[in-house]
């Protein structure tokens, strides 16, 4: 009998999605410091802003294998678009609806292959914010969205938060990545409306 759950203890004894990839350009980690695990998700995105694949590397439990390994088959094929700002927990019920709710105790399981997928987003943003050759300063490197733009959906429409922003100009609706930042240009703008 397994110390797991049956579709826990399938996923565990063959992890198709585990392993490295060649030629990823995306990666994230997320760490525990509790109990010392970690987990890292390398993505392969194409120029169509398209996962092409992804794979994971843990020294993790079996719910962290499982948890990194049904993630990893959700995101193939994927456009960054269209993964709808990743809020909704899109990601969480997608692992649980395929193996189930997680445990108590190992819910920071699952919360850790999210972070890892939240950071790889993260840094394929940046990369590409580093190549990037056009005039005007990109905030939004999903949809192509610039600062220019951004500063006058703030300053034509008033927004009162991101998804509104989100809802005029699509920015922040793919990986999720760029909310924070347009956050700040939301607060930065209300502050300047107090002095
Ligand atoms: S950078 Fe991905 S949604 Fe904006």
Redesign the pocket.
Known sequence: MSFYPTKIAEIFKLPKNAGTLNGANAFGTGASFLCGAFVRLSLCIDKEKRITEAKFQTNGCGYMIAAANVLCGHLADRR??K?H?LTQDEPHVRITDEIGEFPEGRKQCLELVIEALKNA?SDF?SR?LEEFQGEKAL?????G?SEETILSVIDLYKPNDVCDI?EIC??????????MI?QEMLDAAESELEL
Do not use: E, M, Y
């Open positions: 960054l678009t993964l700002g987003l943003r590409t905030i939004c490197t999903c949809f969205v989100s699509n920015a922040g609706l793919g990986c999720g990545s760029c909310q347009i």
